[in-house]
């Protein structure tokens, strides 16, 4: 079955220490997403890539970090500068055609992160 | 700016009893808007995408509906299973940024 696959469900970390969340797709699709999701709050995104070794800064980029060597791999890594880290994170996948896409995203099962 | 609000902020509705829900948008220029379900720490899920004013969709008990300001969801008959927190979400010409409203949350009492 294709799909995204997001893992580890929980995570925590302790003050200091960078975490990184994994985020696989089997969709071939090119574009990719992160986005961070507290309560109340629509989901704000944190970083996306339309293509392999390409991504741009979201909305609130500041503390987190990602690489895209990979059209089906797409890791998040929470620094220790992102000072309000626990939330619940999500990575999404659409196909992207030509300059813009216009399809629909779908989403993985996303990854709790807590700060202990 | 760019802008999705999403109302009510929450909904409790008896089984069967009928209801909508709205979706306000003010963007350049729309590309798509987008309709999903999220279930309590779970993933959204895809429902629908509406393209370009007057087109509707439908999928069992729900139906969306798109002008050139709002888009509807209308839920007709709903059964406690519907019961989740329903988000909007819209594509702006020449971007590649999905923008988000805070979803509103569904309750449907047996």
């Known amino acids: 079955d294709g799909g995204i696959t997001q893992s580890p469900k929980y995570l925590f970390r302790k003050e200091g220490q960078n975490v990184t969340l994994s985020c696989e797709q089997n969709?071939?699709?090119?574009?990719m997403y992160w986005y961070r999701q507290d309560p109340g709050q629509g989901l704000r995104l944190i970083y996306y890539?339309?293509?392999?070794?390409?991504?741009q800064k979201g909305d609130i980029a500041e503390g987190y970090s990602v690489s895209r060597e990979k059209k089906e791999s797409f890791p998040l890594t929470v620094t220790s500068a992102q000072k309000n880290p626990t939330a619940f994170y999500l990575c999404?996948?659409?196909?992207?055609?030509?300059?813009?896409?216009?399809?629909?995203?779908?989403f993985g099962p996303g990854t709790r992160l807590t700060v202990l | 700016e760019d802008q999705v609000t999403q109302s009510p902020e929450a909904l409790r509705l008896q089984e069967g009893e009928s209801s909508s829900l709205n979706c306000s948008y003010t963007?350049?220029?729309?590309?798509?808007l987008f309709w999903y379900r999220q279930d309590p720490g779970k993933g959204p899920e895809f429902l629908f995408t509406?393209?370009?004013a007057g087109e509707e969709k439908e999928k069992e008990r729900l139906k969306a509906t798109l002008t050139k300001k709002e888009s509807f969801l209308h839920i007709t008959a709903p059964k406690p299973e519907d019961s989740a927190t329903y988000l909007c979400?819209?594509?702006?010409?020449?971007?590649?940024?999905?923008?988000f409203g805070t979803g509103t949350r569904l309750k449907v009492l047996a």
């Open positions: 999404a996948s659409s196909i992207s055609r030509g300059r813009a896409s216009y399809n629909e995203q779908f």
């Open positions: 979400a819209v594509l702006t010409s020449g971007t590649y940024k999905y923008i």
């Open positions: 890539s339309q293509i392999v070794n390409d991504f």
């Open positions: 509406l393209y370009s």
């Open positions: 963007v350049s220029g729309l590309r798509g």
């Open positions: 969709l071939n699709h090119d574009a």
